[in-house]
C-alpha cells in the first residue's frame, strides 16, 4: 500500500535554533494531512493540520509546508525550546471516501534538543 | 477537557492468556481505532470502529479481536497472547466533521512472557 514516510529517524538541534522535520508521502490522492508530537510515555498530540489546497498554515512557533509536486510535507519548529524534545509524526489522509476515514503515520522522527 | 482513556498504563500477561485492553472517550465521537507502535515500524492500525457494533479490520488484525458495544467504549481483545504482541498499543477516537484530526490515549505498554 502507499506509505508516508520522513527522512531521518533522529534530528538533534541547539535550543533557540530552528527545526525542519521532514516527510515523504507516495499518495498524490491524500487531500489532508496531520503533525503529531509524541512525548515520553505519552500518546500523539495534534499539532497542526493542513489540507491539500493549501500549501502553507502556520500556527504557534509552527508552520507546515505542503509541496504536492514532489510530495513533500515539513513541520518547521521557531526557536526550539527543551519542551519540543519529542517524537513528530506525519500522517495522511486519502479521499476515499465513506469509512471511518482512517490515517496513515510516518514511523516518526526523535527530535532532541541540544542545551 | 476532551479525553480518551486507556484503562491501564502498563500490562504483564502470560502466553495463552486472553487480555483485554479498554478505550473509553468522552467527546461523543463515532470512530474509533486501536493502533500498536513498535520502534522502527511506526503506529500500524489494528482495527476501527465507524459506529456502535460496527468493526472493521485494519492493516494487522490478525490475532486481534475488537468489540464497540457502546459508542464511548472500543475495547481490543487478544484471544491468546503471545510474545509478538508485546507493543505499546495506542487507541484513538475522531468525531466526524471537516476535521480529521485524532485524539489519542496516553498508551498501554503490553508485555507478554
Known amino acids: 500500500g502507499e506509505s508516508v514516510g520522513l527522512h531521518l529517524p533522529t534530528l538533534s538541534v541547539q535550543e533557540g535554533d530552528n527545526s525542519i522535520i521532514n516527510c515523504a508521502y507516495s499518495?498524490?490522492?491524500?487531500?489532508?494531512f496531520i503533525w503529531y508530537k509524541q512525548e515520553s510515555g505519552k500518546g500523539p498530540q495534534f499539532i497542526i493540520d493542513?489540507?491539500?489546497?493549501?500549501d502553507k498554515r502556520q500556527g504557534q512557533r509552527v508552520t507546515v509546508l505542503l509541496n504536492k509536486t514532489v510530495k513533500h510535507l515539513s513541520l518547521q519548529i521557531a526557536a526550539t525550546q527543551p519542551g519540543d524534545s519529542a517524537v513528530y509524526f506525519c500522517?495522511?489522509?486519502?479521499?476515499?471516501?465513506?469509512?471511518?476515514?482512517?490515517?496513515?503515520f510516518g514511523k516518526g522522527t526523535h527530535l532532541i534538543i541540544q542545551p | 477537557d476532551v479525553k480518551v482513556t486507556q484503562s491501564s498504563r502498563y500490562l504483564v500477561k502470560r502466553t495463552g492468556e486472553k487480555v483485554f485492553l479498554e478505550c473509553v472517550q468522552d467527546?461523543?465521537?463515532?470512530?474509533m481505532f486501536w493502533y500498536r507502535q513498535d520502534p522502527g515500524l511506526g503506529l500500524r492500525l489494528i482495527y476501527f470502529?465507524?459506529?456502535?457494533?460496527?468493526?472493521e479490520k485494519g492493516d494487522i488484525p490478525e490475532g486481534y479481536s475488537v468489540s464497540r458495544e457502546k459508542k464511548e467504549r472500543f475495547s481490543l481483545i487478544l484471544e491468546s497472547a503471545s510474545t509478538n504482541q508485546t507493543s505499546m498499543y495506542l487507541c484513538?477516537?475522531?468525531?466526524?466533521?471537516?476535521?480529521?484530526?485524532?485524539?489519542f490515549g496516553s498508551g498501554t505498554r503490553l508485555t507478554v512472557v
Open positions: 484513538a477516537s475522531k468525531g466526524g466533521g471537516a476535521n480529521y484530526g485524532y485524539t
Open positions: 499518495n498524490s490522492a491524500s487531500d489532508y
Open positions: 493542513i489540507r491539500s489546497n493549501m
Open positions: 500522517a495522511e489522509k486519502q479521499d476515499s471516501g465513506g469509512g471511518a476515514d482512517g490515517l496513515t
Open positions: 467527546m461523543d465521537h463515532e470512530n
Open positions: 470502529s465507524y459506529d456502535v457494533k460496527m468493526k
